[in-house]
């Protein structure tokens, strides 16, 4: 069989010459067991004399075994994706192994192979996928970047030395030659894609590189299989792999990418470039895999690429500019299917560095949730859902009481379209009376690429405002006030800098009430080169003032890779602060105390322990006051293996102390597939606790509640049905106290096909009354992807 790469090429040469390999690949004859000899699998453009064979799962016999009885020699063996091997030898020795007992299937080796690339326009990829609308805004936001993931590239091998790379590529294994390099320069194209500095997705992913093809892009069915179960077998997770490569139907390497899936690994694929249905296409057509189909530049559906029901997700894939294998800093333009699947990689990376549990059908449903809806033309029978990589991160957790009357509320904003913002007040006791009123322009302003909804009390009248900024080209700060009944007063003040420099590289945009004037603030940090801390101020209509005042080492310190800046209250002053930590290698807490006008008074006190922790990968950092004296504390969860929760309590003055007390059982159940973790109040004793839902199975909430020593009493009471419906694709938990008893109760909305909103109330012991009243057009609106709660 002809199997060749889904690799670029020019519009206008697609490939026909594989059309064959569909046909070769019918319906495989199952070998008799009484039989002396048995039906191979033959494939075109075969390996002569070269064999790959498929023991049934319950059998011992090895490759070995069956080779010293029948005839051959073993060339490889597999016993993680594929439980088989590969052999060489003649036809009439793998008819008789294929009638052993102990054998499923045999087929023949086949070769793999892909075309040069030809140039094509500069890149716009990333610079599509961050966003709903086709037009683009020429820059890529997102909100991590990935740096305890490992992706698994598949192909041609990577030029590790590359600078896009950072240092972060590896060599991982080579299956088809001694090269131990990428000589072709497909696989380092791809690897661009996923993780580069300049066109990955996922920024700061760890690369590793899978050779299973030459340096003329040449290969075997045995080396793709051997790769597959290599990976398989040593991956680190949370991990992707990358396939941008297919052929024909083909049973044993869909086999081997199932089994690779099941072992935790999240493959994306490409769909191939024939203009076909790729259910006939391997490892396209495994519906375990995230099967990839390419774009072009106006979200058109590629000429080239596959299509049909087997296929998951659009991604862009022409004129793709990536690095290149020519030199360290070398780039080139390629198209392809290709091309659009380490989008989705990348894509896939992101969710897991948030996620790191989550399973690859928890990850594929993800990405498919959020995907924009309906906007591929000529999808040609693949569902129309183009990637987009601005993912929720499955949980809200901050006060939102819209008309004062101390419940909080729930509202929906940045859909491309809406003129409104719908607005779920809650009555107290699960039910929600919906409002949605027409706001001029703010709705429209909501949905623009790269916005920040920024969530607050604006003009301190105690109900919830909503604010905008982050947009490139911007010079105003959009300010949707809340008038108490659905209804809101927009203002779009000018404001001098300020919103262009909310679009620097690097930059983290926090709120809070940095001069306790009751009215929410906006912080800027960690912008690539600064040395101050610009704070927009509110002033209460509309207008803010800004400072931008010198602050010394802690801007350079908030532009750390993988660095987490938490804006809380460290000194019980009524003033927001900054604190810093995630960063390997540290051994403090950076804190920048607001002084009120925009100063802040920089500490970076030494504290054991707790700053290694807390750069430990997948951890989970939480905030909140854990021991009632006003103060922010900081607490960590999530890292597989852990039988503690570190917490590092603020003295107030810039130094921490730490406690690492065991905790039964709580944080191993941190690490469930789908978990989402809360720190908040949940029994109105002014502590934060911690409480877990969404896990994977499910039929309770566990709680951790803070004994305000660092100790944390653990419950763990059945819930019905509320644990099932947290663990749905799409979903939003909003922690929030919706009967106003000051305990954080808990919602869920964004399900596709909802019509209520589900309310797990908090009793304060553990346990949750749950109610699940139907709500008119929300549960609706929630769920249209680019929805935003507020």
């Known amino acids: ?102 054998v499923s299937y045999v087929q023949q080796n086949g070769r793999v192979t892909i075309q040069d690339s030809q140039p094509s326009p500069p890149s716009w990829g990333i610079d599509r996928v961050d966003q709903r609308q086709v037009a683009r805004d020429n820059r890529y936001v997102f909100e991590t970047a990935a740096s305890n993931v490992r992706a698994y590239v598949i192909d041609t091998g990577i030029r590790i030395s590359h600078t896009t790379f950072g240092g972060r590529a590896t060599w991982g294994t080579n299956t088809v030659d001694a090269n131990n390099t990428d000589c072709h320069g497909h ?173 690859p059908g928890l990850v ?27 993912l929720p991160s499955g949980v809200t957790d901050h006060d939102a009481d819209y008309n004062k009357d101390n419940r909080d509320d729930l509202a929906l904003n940045g859909v491309p379209g809406w003129g409104s913002i719908p607005v779920a007040f809650s009555a107290g006791n699960g039910n929600f009376n919906v409002t949605n009123a027409g706001v001029t322009n703010f709705a429209a302003w909501s949905a623009s690429p790269g916005v920040q909804i ?88 509309g207008n803010f003032t800004v400072t931008n005042a010198g602050v010394a080492n802690f801007p350079t310190w908030a532009s750390s890779p993988n660095v987490k800046v938490v804006a809380k209250d460290f000194n019980a002053d009524n003033r927001t602060d900054l604190a810093l930590t ?59 293996g852990w039988g503690s929760i570190p917490v590092a309590f603020s003295v107030g003055n810039g130094t921490f102390n730490v406690t690492n007390a065991g905790v039964a059982n709580f944080p191993g159940w941190a690490t469930t597939a789908g978990v989402k973790i809360v720190a908040r109040d949940l029994n109105a004793d002014n502590q934060a606790d911690i409480v877990l839902t969404g896990g994977l199975g499910w039929g309770s909430i566990p709680v951790a509640f803070s004994a305000g020593n660092g100790n944390f009493n653990v419950t763990n009471a059945g819930v019905a049905n509320f644990p099932t419906w947290a663990s749905s694709a799409g979903i939003e938990i909003v922690a929030r106290d919706y009967n106003g008893d000051n305990r954080i109760d808990l919602a869920l909305t964004g399900v596709a096909g909802w019509a209520s909103i589900p309310v797990a109330f908090s009793v304060g012991n553990g346990t949750f009354n749950v109610t699940n009243a139907g709500v008119p057009n929300f549960p609706v609106w929630a769920a249209t992807p680019g929805a935003r709660v507020l």
């Open 1 to 102: 069989m002809y199997m060749r790469l889904s690799r670029p090429f020019g519009l206008g040469r697609i490939l026909t010459t594989t059309v064959a390999c569909a046909a070769a690949a019918a319906a495989f004859t199952a070998p008799a067991a009484s039989a002396q000899t048995a039906a191979i699998q033959s494939v075109s453009d075969a390996i002569p004399d070269s064999y790959i064979v498929v023991l049934k799962d319950n059998r011992v016999s090895t490759a070995g075994t069956l080779t010293a009885r029948y005839g051959g020699t073993v060339t490889s063996s597999w016993h993680n994706a594929l439980n088989g091997f590969a052999a060489r030898m003649n036809a009439t020795q793998a008819a008789k192994i294929a009638a052993d007992p102990a």
């Open 187 to 359: 696989g380092t194209h791809v690897a661009g894609t996923v993780g580069g500095t300049e066109y990955g997705v996922a920024k700061s992913v760890n690369l590793v590189a899978v050779k299973v093809l030459d340096c003329s892009g040449n290969g075997s069915w045995e080396g793709v299989i051997s790769g597959v179960d290599w990976v398989t077998r040593n991956a680190v997770k949370p991990a992707v792999a990358n396939m941008s490569l297919g052929g024909g139907a083909n049973a044993a390497v869909d086999q081997a990418v199932r089994n690779s899936i099941g072992s935790g690994v999240t493959y994306a694929v490409a769909s191939a470039n024939a203009n076909q249905d790729a259910c006939n296409w391997s490892p396209a057509r495994v519906a375990e895999a995230i099967t990839v189909n390419a774009t072009d530049t106006n979200d058109r559906r590629a000429a080239f690429s596959n299509w049909g029901s087997c296929t998951d997700i659009f991604a862009p894939g022409v004129g793709i500019v990536s690095s290149h294998h020519t030199s360290d800093t070398a780039s080139t333009s390629m198209q392809g299917t290709s091309m659009a699947s380490p989008h989705v990689a990348g894509a896939a990376a992101l969710w897991l560095a948030e996620h790191p549990y989550d399973t």
């Open 364 to 390: 594929g449903a993800a990405l498919a949730a959020n995907a924009t809806q309906g906007a591929v033309g000529d999808p040609a029978g693949s569902p129309n859902a183009l990637l987009n990589t601005r």
């Open 454 to 541: 920024l969530s607050g009390d604006f003009n301190g009248d105690g109900r919830t405002d909503s604010a905008l900024t982050g947009v490139g080209g911007w010079a105003s700060i959009p300010v949707a006030f809340s008038n108490g009944d659905g209804n809101f007063t927009i203002t779009n003040a000018g404001v001098a800098n300020f919103p262009g420099w909310a679009t620097t590289p690097g930059v983290k945009i926090v709120t809070g009430d940095f001069n306790a004037d009751g009215r929410t603030d906006i912080a800027l940090t960690g912008g690539n080169g600064w040395a101050s801390i610009p704070v927009a101020f509110s002033n209460g209509d």
């Open 582 to 640: 995630g960063v390997t290698g540290w051994g403090s807490i950076p804190v920048a105390f607001s002084v009120g006008n925009g100063n802040f008074n920089v500490t970076n006190a030494g504290v054991p322990n707790f700053p290694t922790w807390a750069s430990t990968p997948n951890v989970k950092l939480l905030s909140g006051d854990f021991n009632a004296d006003g103060r922010a504390d900081l607490a960590l969860t999530g890292v597989a």
